[in-house]
Nanobody
Framework: QVQLQESGGGLVQAGDSLLLSCVGS????????LGWFRQAPGKEREFIAA?????????NYADSAKGRFTISRDNPKRTVYLQINSLEPEDTAVYYC????????????????WGQGTQVTVSS
């Protein structure tokens, strides 16, 4: 049973930075990937970035995420991070981590394990 637990969200001001964490437990397939998504009220879940769970540090970013978002991994801690810089009010959303078979998966339906999400609210 795979479980994913996000943390690090909160209320921040525009221009701030945040580091979100996702701790994975259970039997996560070594060749799989962990990705970050976000969902704002009334909008579809949006892919941000993904990284291989183990082995090489291959990453995949949505075009809209390049520049302000950085995904990284700490294997001993079984944790994947999402660094968000220069936060904007438009970044307000629930941020989720999820597990997929490939780092190139970008659609939510390709991900089969999900965390509960962490709320990020950016005030102007």
């Amino acid at each position: 049973q795979v479980q994913l637990q996000e943390s690090g969200g909160g209320l921040v001001q525009a221009g701030d930075s945040l580091l979100l964490s996702c701790v994975g437990s259970g039997r996560i397939i070594s060749s799989s990937a962990l990705g970050w998504f976000r969902q704002a009220p009334g909008k579809e879940r949006e892919f941000i970035a993904a990284i291989k769970w183990s082995g090489g540090r291959t990453t995949n970013y949505a075009d809209s995420a390049k520049g302000r978002f950085t995904i990284s991994r700490d294997n001993p801690k079984r944790t994947v991070y999402l660094q968000i810089n220069s936060l904007e009010p438009e970044d307000t959303a629930v941020y989720y981590c999820a597990n997929a078979g490939s780092v190139w998966a970008v659609s939510a339906h390709e991900y089969y394990h999900w965390g509960q999400g962490t709320q990020v609210t950016v005030s102007s």
